[in-house]
């Protein structure tokens, strides 16, 4: 399971709070994303970044934030502004900017962020 | 971008049957057709995929096939059995796109009873 590393597992924040969901990779791949997983709604893609210092809404932005610092790092901010912030969150890399669109896409185990 | 549909939503079958999932996208330039596994709690892994250029790639008992003029990739897993059971998700890029992003279906929750 070495790799793409999430943390925590479990996650929970009383409303009106901002958490931060923590993604590592140590497998020198360029593009990471974020992806949200509701029942039945498959992965919906947050946000993305192809190369670090840059990165991309997806489909479902509103409410969240991301950084690109360093390339083992993508760490997503679930905001007060997410009005259902509870769901599964994951996180995905893959070894070059554009490879996501024709490469396998590599997860992390997942945060399951609850809403108290 | 694209749109990726992805049929059924649930299927059973009988342990020994074959099972189908169907996608379809929308773009005729996407040329990568990956279908991922994800089993409760667990997290999706890619268990084959293929692209534009072959209509069929097998892999022991799982085959995808690809119709490009149809734009429509289907999953067939032959002789199932009870460890299939998981949700599986079929995804496609936007072809003309250099936007290192998959579309994702909705996923198929298969059963596989024994």
């Known amino acids: 399971d070495g790799g793409i590393t999430q943390s925590p597992k479990y996650l929970f924040r009383k409303e009106g709070q901002n ?3 923590s993604c590592e990779q140590n497998l020198n791949h360029d ?11 498959g992965l919906r893609l947050i946000y993305y970044s192809q190369i670090v210092n840059d990165f991309q809404k997806g489909d479902i932005a509103e409410g969240y934030s991301v950084s690109r610092e360093k390339k083992e790092s993508f760490p997503l901010t679930v905001t007060s502004a997410q009005k259902n912030p509870t769901a599964f969150y994951l996180c995905a890399s893959t070894p070059e900017g554009t490879g996501g669109a024709r490469e ?3 997860f992390g185990p997942g945060t399951r962020l609850t809403v108290l | 971008g694209e749109n990726v549909e992805q049929h ?6 009988q342990e020994g049957d074959s099972a189908v999932i169907k996608c379809t996208y929308s773009d005729s330039a996407s040329n990568y057709f990956p279908w991922y596994k994800q089993e409760l709690g667990k997290r999706p892994q890619l268990i084959i ?13 799982i085959a995808v096939t690809l119709n490009k003029t149809a734009k429509h990739f289907s999953l067939h897993i032959t002789e199932t059995q009870p460890e299939d059971s998981a949700v599986y998700f079929c995804a496609a890029p936007w072809g003309g796109s250099t936007l290192g992003r998959l579309y994702f279906g909705r996923g198929t929750q298969l ?3 024994p």
């Open chain 1, 104 to 106: 396998e896409q590599f």
């Open chain 2, 8 to 13: 059924p939503s649930t299927l059973s079958v």
């Open chain 2, 111 to 113: 059963t596989v009873w």
């Open chain 1, 19 to 21: 958490v931060t969901l």
């Open chain 1, 31 to 41: 593009a990471m994303y974020w992806y949200r997983q509701d029942p039945g709604q």
């Open chain 2, 49 to 61: 995929d293929i692209r534009s250029n072959v209509g069929e790639k097998k892999d022991q008992r």
